[in-house]
């Protein structure tokens, strides 16, 4: 016999994890945008994103730094 709430928390954490990931794609986009920008400006755009300090290439920084402001989020 299943439980007549199963079906609720399923819907909960799926819901959860759409929210997550539109977070994810906004803040990658919004910080792509300013490490190219500082790329093109030949600027140290790595200080400016909270994470992305010792990371070798762009898209390795600009991952960490949103995975920081995420945890910082939560």
Request: charged share 10%; proline share 3%.
């Amino acid at each position: 016999m299943t439980h007549p709430n199963n079906r609720m928390t399923t819907v909960q954490a799926h819901d959860h994890f759409d929210g997550y990931g539109i977070t994810f794609v906004l803040l990658f986009l919004v910080f792509m945008a300013l490490a190219v920008a500082g790329r093109l400006l030949v600027l140290d755009w790595r200080n400016w994103l909270p994470g992305a300090e010792g990371s070798t290439s762009t898209l390795d920084g600009v991952k960490s730094s949103v995975y920081t402001v995420i945890s910082q989020l939560s």
